[in-house]
C-alpha cells in the first residue's frame, strides 16, 4: 500500500499514535466501560481527561498562573465574534479595535469587529500581495484602543510573524495563533489573549483554545451570550455548557505526545528542518515559486505556484498517485499549498521535495 502524507490545512493530520490509543479507547475508556463520546462532561472520568489535557498545554506552553485556559465550542472564526464582545467593555465608547491585516484571516476578523466597533487598520500588506508582515514602525495604532489584534500565521497565504507586536500602554494584544500554536517556543506574557481552532495543530475541528490574562475576564458587553462570557466559561472550568468532550479528549492526547516527544522546543527544532527542506526545493530554480519574503515566511503553511500554471492538474494527479493528498492551493489564491504541522513527519516532506524535483525534470 503507497504511504499516505496528509498535507491538509485543516482538519489535518494528526499523529498515528494519537489516532491508535484512540482507536484502542473508542469503546472502553481505560475500564470505565464507556467510550469518551458517551461520558457526561461532570462525570468523574470526563473530569480527570479534562484536567489532564489542562495542565499538559499549560506545561507545554509555559502558561503564567494569572492566565486562564479556556475549552471552547466553534472555531477561530467564531472567536472573531466573542472576543470583542468580551473585550470592548473595557474602553470607553466610542471603541477602536486595532488590525494589522496580513491576509485572509487577519481579513475576516476585521470585518467581523466591524460589526461591534470602529475598526482601525493600523498597516497592512494587501497592496504587496500579502507577501510580507509590515514593519512595527510603519504601524499607525490608536492610542487607548480596545486591542490591538494580529493573525501571527495567515494559514491561506503563508505569512508567519518572526517578532512580538509592541502594544502602546495597557492595550492588550490578541493574537490567532490557529495555524502554528505548539510549533514553536512562545513567552505567553507578552499576549492578552491567545486563540486557536484545534484542527490544524491539536486535533479535530470543532474546539477552540483560548489563552486570556485574568484581569481581562471582566469586560464583557451585556450583549454578550453567556456561554461566550470567557468570565463564565473560566469560573466553570470550561463546563457552563456542554463542552466539545471528544475533541478536548484528543486533544490531551495530543498535548501527552508532544510531551513525550520533547515539548514545544522539540517540535520548533524538527518545524525548521522541514521548513528548510521545502523551501530549498521550491527555491532551486524558477520552476516553482513561493511568494512570501524569505524573513516572514511560515512554517506550517507553504503556499506555491508553478511556473506553468496549465500543469496544476497534472501535478495534483501524480501528487495523489504517490500518497501526496490535499495539496492543492486555497481557492481564493489559487496554486498549491502544503500544510506540514506538527504532526507530518520529515518523510512526509522529503516525499515532497523528491516528487517537486522528479516534476521539474531536475
Known sequence: ????????????????AVLQQAASEMLDWQGSGMSVMEMSHRGPEFISIYRQAEADLRELLAVPANYRILFMQGGGLGQ?????????GRVREPAVIDFVHTGSWSGKSIREAARYAQVNVAASSQAGGFASVPAQDSWQLTEGAAYLHVCTNETIDGVEYNFVP????????????SSHILSRRIDVSQYGVIFAGAQKNIGPAGLTLVI????????????????????????????????PTYAIYIAGLVFAHLKAQGGVAAMEARNIEKARLLYEALDRDDFYANRVDQSCRSRMNIPFYLRDEWLNEQFLAGAKARGLLQLKGHK?????????????????????????NEFAGR
Not at 500500500?1 to 494528526?14: K, R, Y
Not at 481564493?332 to 517537486?356: C, F, H, K, T
Open 332 to 356: 481564493s489564491v489559487g496554486g498549491m499549498r502544503a500544510s506540514i504541522y506538527n504532526a507530518m513527519p520529515i518523510e512526509g516532506v522529503q516525499a515532497l521535495v523528491d516528487y517537486l
Open 212 to 243: 486570556v490574562r485574568e484581569d481581562l475576564l471582566e469586560h464583557a458587553l451585556p450583549i454578550c451570550p453567556s456561554a461566550f462570557n470567557w468570565k463564565n466559561v473560566a469560573e466553570h472550568e470550561s463546563m457552563f455548557n456542554t463542552p
Open 1 to 16: 500500500m503507497t504511504q499516505i502524507f496528509n498535507f491538509s490545512a485543516g482538519p489535518a493530520v494528526l499523529p498515528k
Open 166 to 177: 509592541q502594544v502602546q500602554g495597557d492595550v492588550p494584544l490578541v493574537a490567532d495563533m
Open 80 to 88: 472573531n465574534a466573542i472576543i470583542p464582545m468580551n473585550l470592548l
